[in-house]
T-cell receptor, first 114, second 109 residues
Framework: DGGITQSPKYLFRKEGQNVTLSCEQN?????MYWYRQDPGQGLRLIYY???????QKGDIAEGYSVSREKKESFPLTVTSAQKNPTAFYLC?????????????FGPGTRLTVL | GQNIDQPTEMTATEGAIVQINCTYQ??????LFWYQQHAGEAPTFLSY??LDGLEEKGRFSSFLSRSKGYSYLLLKELQMKDSASYLC??????????WGAGTKLIIKP
């Protein structure tokens, strides 16, 4: 089955600790995205990558970092510099350069910082 | 700036019809998506419009007017499982998705 996996579903961390959220896809998509979703708000783009070894900042990149060493993987690190990291994090992928830019989403990771 | 407006919450009755509106002001336009998102889950694709007019897919239809910067999602024969948030997203001139805050739809028996 082709799809996107994120793990874990729920994650708890102490304030001041860095944490890495995983995202893997086997859809052979070139583009991958990380979003943050807070209650009552739309999806906000953190980072995106259109090709291996390249990524771009989204609207709210401060306090986050990513890597794209493999086409299938796009991990997100939430650093201690992120002021309010508790949120629902969604990873997505799409065909690169497609006008029909449908994004496919993983199940999400709910991060709670205590 | 870029802006997408949707009602925050709507309530409808099982078996009825509901229309969820979306208005947008974006830098360029390369299509509009509607996604459904159940609480705590990932958004799933419902429809895509790039030309003016109505796209029908089973109980769901989506309409677009590019000149008015307006779209709506029409849900017919509502079922309890349709209780979810409905997200409108516009593809801008850079082929990035700009997301609305979503409309929470509550279905009552």
């Amino acid at each position: 089955d082709g799809g996107i996996t994120q793990s874990p579903k729920y994650l708890f961390r102490k304030e001041g600790q860095n944490v890495t959220l995983s995202c893997e896809q086997n859809l052979n998509h070139d583009a991958m995205y990380w979003y943050r979703q807070d209650p009552g708000q739309g999806l906000r783009l953190i980072y995106y990558s259109q090709i291996v070894n390249d990524f771009q900042k989204g609207d709210i990149a401060e306090g986050y970092s990513v890597s794209r060493e493999k086409k299938e993987s796009f991990p997100l690190t939430v650093t201690s510099a992120q002021k309010n990291p508790t949120a629902f994090y969604l990873c997505a992928s799409s065909l690169r350069g497609a006008d029909y830019n449908e994004q496919f989403f993983g199940p999400g990771t709910r991060l709670t910082v205590l | 700036g870029q802006n997408i407006d949707q009602p925050t919450e709507m309530t409808a009755t099982e078996g009825a019809i509901v229309q969820i509106n979306c208005t947008y002001q974006t830098s360029g336009f390369n299509g509009l998506f509607w996604y459904q998102q159940h609480a705590g889950e990932a958004p799933t694709f419902l429809s895509y419009n790039v030309l003016d007019g109505l796209e029908e897919k089973g109980r769901f239809s989506s309409f677009l007017s590019r000149s008015k910067g307006y779209s709506y999602l029409l849900l017919k024969e509502l079922q309890m499982k349709d209780s979810a948030s409905y997200l409108c997203a516009v593809v801008d001139s850079n082929y990035q998705l700009i997301w609305g805050a979503g409309t929470k739809l509550i279905i009552k028996p």
